[in-house]
Nanobody, 115 residues
Framework: QVQLVESGGGLVQAGGSLRLSCAAS????????IGWYRQAPGKQRELVAF???????VYADSVKGRFTISRDNAKNAVYLQMNSLKPEDTAVYYC?????????WGQGTQVTVSS
């Protein structure tokens, strides 16, 4: 089992920045990929950014050039630096980890961007 706890969400004006953190605990050795999804009201959950193994990170087109995902294996943590935030980035952001065959989710953290 893997437990994921997000932090760092909040309210920010358009153009501002936030940094989300996700701390993993438990059987972290089983994780082969970790990243972030988001879900806005009335919309499906969507991929934001993901790191798998030693591969290059994958980003949603809507956040490329603005968001950066990073991973600290020593701390069992993953981060999402979000710059140039837009109102359409408003959503609950979820940390996600894959440890085949299992998929783990955090409880989510709210990000609200005001115009």
């Amino acid at each position: 089992q893997v437990q994921l706890v997000e932090s760092g969400g909040g309210l920010v004006q358009a153009g501002g920045s936030l940094r989300l953190s996700c701390a993993a605990s438990g059987s972290t050795f089983s994780i082969n990929g970790i990243g972030w999804y988001r879900q806005a009201p009335g919309k499906q959950r969507e991929l934001v950014a993901f790191i798998r193994g030693g591969s290059r990170p994958v980003y949603a087109d809507s956040v490329k050039g603005r968001f950066t995902i990073s991973r600290d294996n020593a701390k069992n943590a993953v981060y999402l630096q979000m710059n140039s935030l837009k109102p359409e980035d408003t959503a609950v952001y979820y940390c996600n980890a894959n440890g085949s065959p299992y998929v783990y989710w955090g409880q989510g953290t709210q990000v609200t961007v005001s115009s």
